[in-house]
């Protein structure tokens, strides 16, 4: 009797405990748009708003924060999209919308547009920001569908005005002040040819500006300063493209004569650094992080006792947006919401990728928070707390209490989500390579090691993070029991001038050879399976896919390339005619192309690609694998309507790109990872 009760009792336990194993969330539920997004307050903080997902659309949600518990005002749309939305003043929301467009300029020109509007709370009059105008031709069409104007500040302490550049192409246009009650709208700056943007101080002055332009010697960018005298802009600073020195302003002191600059001339990191326009003089270096390139500062805008002091500095760290707390009201924001979270600081050990030195440093691992928007005096913010296995979730702070809004995924169980973590490898040749590793969840997975992907980011002058990825191709990879790997390969932005540098006209040489590497540090420390590794990747990272097919020896199953370049020649000929794209990019785009090796292709390769993609047009995929399979090399193509450089018009199309690469690792991949 007594071991008849010992076996139920097991037979129990073991019951409870696969009703307790997490379960991966659904193909449907990774495309899904995230139940609530771009949540925002008001500046006075009467009201909140939100983006809320209905099935295969968004509606704004508006609440009226004294009464959250009474249902919110609900703005819909029809032909278009809602993507964003923003209190631009306390009573006006600013939308981006986003619609399909087919112009023909002369050929058919396939992708999709957005615009701005300006609308009330209840979402009954809907205006442009700017009228642009008749036009006079069906080009004039074309381009009005293809620009839009931009906020170029929202005037913070002005209750009715915002300024609004009217862009026209790709150049910077006039700077008009805006009435959001009346429409009105007074031109404070004409459009100057080459000039790239602007930056305004404290008080919305336009007092700083972008010039892109050649001379004999090359493509250079020049910063200008408005003199508040004269009115005349006038050049500070000149840096020749070439030599990749970054010179931006980055914000102004309460004193519109000192400004600040984040730069990186004679240094591997960028710092940010003080400089008096008038005197014409570098100050002090006022922010550094010896690992991370500085990112940016943030000043406080609003008129009070506080206006003008610095808030935080930010820098490019291992969650990508990582800030340094100056003020008194973030360091005690901070020390509030870390207990709250249960954010603890833990010791890491990371790598300087200039020169290879260790350095063991404090940071917080794991959960982290980051401010999404809050009210002019403070009193209310919204919160977004997240993980790499943790969906964002939006938080109201109010009077010291923390209220939870919604998550942005509640039906993916965080149990079924793996790990991911910062780490460090060195290459063949000595080069230190960063990389986040996601590992899978134990609970769902077992133990490693795991079947793999390896996953560059696109660019290449980009680079990954550790937050949570909103794109849902991580998790779906990791609650398949697939551990991922993200290299920030030589040649990657934002981990310094030496890493950037190194992979000047490397591409699918040592910058492919950072990524096999990788393969071989997972494989020895246990965590990939050796013959069960696949390399997936977008854009850049799909010319990685297609690299990693033709290259001898190669550590790969199969390669999966989503918009991949496999003509480096063809793809950068339309930017070469631009003096700044050529100085800035002719000499580091070059290398292996893979148009050139297609009857090398030595392992299967899944491409695909989208007819609205104008950023690596389709026609790249089509020559690839056309010249693939004439050749009988196992290749598998598919086209995506109505998807471009990564967005998807509905959810369910989205779903089916996400099912093609699961279906194909299951199956396609040599018979399966």
């Not at 429409?183 to 972008?210: I, K, N």
């Not at 003096?579 to 090398?600: C, I, K, T, W």
């Not at 047009?617 to 690839?624: D, K, L, V, Y």
Request: net charge neutral; proline share 6%; glycine share 8%.
């Amino acid at each position: 009797m007594r071991s008849m009760a010992l076996l139920v009792l097991s037979l129990l336990v073991t019951a409870v405990a696969a009703a307790a194993a997490p379960q991966p969330p659904s193909i449907d539920v990774l495309a899904a748009f995230p139940a609530m997004s771009s949540c925002t307050l008001s500046p006075d903080g009467r009201h909140m708003a939100a983006l809320e997902a209905r099935g295969e659309d968004q509606v704004i949600l508006v609440w009226d924060t004294a009464n959250l518990a009474t249902p919110p005002a609900t703005i819909g749309t029809q032909k278009m999209k809602f993507q964003q939305v923003v209190f631009l003043k306390s009573d006006t929301l600013l939308v981006l919308v986003w619609q399909p467009i087919d112009a023909h300029i002369p050929r058919t020109y396939k992708t999709f547009t957005k615009k701005l509007f300006l609308t009330d709370l209840t979402g009954k009059t809907w205006r442009e920001p700017l009228q642009l105008g008749m036009s006079r031709s069906v080009d004039d069409d074309t381009e009005r569908a293809l620009t839009w104007p931009t906020i170029l500040d929202s005037l913070p302490n002005d209750p009715t005005h915002a300024l609004v550049v009217l862009n026209t192409g790709t150049s910077q246009g006039d700077i008009f002040k805006i009435d959001t009650v009346s429409g009105r709208a007074e031109r404070v700056q004409r459009a100057e040819e080459h000039v790239a943007g602007y930056f305004t101080d404290l008080e919305g002055a336009p007092r700083s500006r972008t010039e892109i332009d050649s001379d004999s010697a090359g493509a250079f960018t020049s910063i200008e300063f408005r003199d508040p005298g004269s009115g005349k802009w006038e050049s500070h600073f000149k840096a020749r493209v070439k030599d990749r020195d970054v010179i931006e302003v980055v914000g102004f002191s309460k004193d519109p004569n000192i400004a600040y600059l984040r730069t990186n001339v004679g240094r591997d990191k960028a710092v940010i650094q003080e400089y008096n326009v008038r005197e014409r003089k570098l100050g002090e270096v006022v922010f550094e992080n010896k690992l991370f390139d500085a990112a940016g500062i943030n000043v406080r805008r609003m008129k009070g006792a506080d206006f003008g002091e610095i808030q935080s500095f930010n820098y490019f760290g291992p969650n990508g947006d990582d800030s340094y707390y100056v003020s008194d009201w973030y360091q005690k924001l901070d020390q509030q919401l870390r207990g709250a979270f249960q954010i603890k600081d833990v010791t890491q050990t990371l790598v300087d990728t200039a020169t290879g030195k260790p350095a063991t440093v404090s940071l917080p691992t794991g959960r982290r928070w980051s401010l999404v928007s809050t009210t002019l005096d403070r009193s209310m913010s919204v919160i977004d707390v997240e993980a790499p296995n943790e969906p964002p979730v939006y938080y109201l702070l109010r009077d010291n209490k923390l209220t939870m809004l919604s998550r942005t995924w509640p039906q993916i169980d965080p149990d079924s989500l793996g790990d991911g973590r910062l780490i460090y490898y060195t290459a063949r040749d000595g080069e230190v390579v960063p990389a986040y590793l996601h590992t899978p969840s134990v609970k769902l997975c077992g133990a490693g090691p795991w079947p793999t992907v390896v996953m560059p980011h696109g660019g290449p002058w980009a680079r990954d993070d550790l937050g949570y990825d909103r794109w849902n191709w991580i998790p779906m990879l990791n609650t398949r029991c697939r551990a991922v790997l993200q290299p920030q390969y030589r040649g990657s932005a934002n981990w310094g001038r030496h890493h950037w540098l190194a992979g000047d006209a490397e591409w699918g040489q040592k910058m492919q050879d950072d990524k096999d590497d990788g393969v071989k540090w997972l494989i020895e420390q246990k965590i990939a399976i050796p013959g069960r590794v696949a390399l997936y990747g977008f854009s850049y990272g799909g010319y990685a896919a297609m690299a990693a097919s033709i290259r001898p020896h190669g550590l790969y199953k199969c390669a999966i390339a989503g918009a991949g370049v496999s003509d480096i020649h063809k793809i950068w000929a339309k930017f070469y005619t631009n003096a700044y794209f050529r100085d800035n990019q002719s000499d580091s785009v070059d290398g292996l192309n893979p148009m050139d090796h297609v009857a090398e292709i030595s392992i299967p390769i899944y491409v695909f690609s989208g007819d609205r993609d104008q950023t690596v047009p389709i026609g790249q995929s089509e020559m690839f694998v056309s010249k693939a399979k004439s050749l009988g090399k196992p290749v598998t193509y598919r086209e995506f309507k109505d998807f471009a450089h990564g967005p998807s018009w509905t959810r369910a199309n989205y779903a089916d790109v996400l099912r093609s690469i699961d279906d194909y690792l299951n199956k396609g991949c040599a018979g399966g990872l």
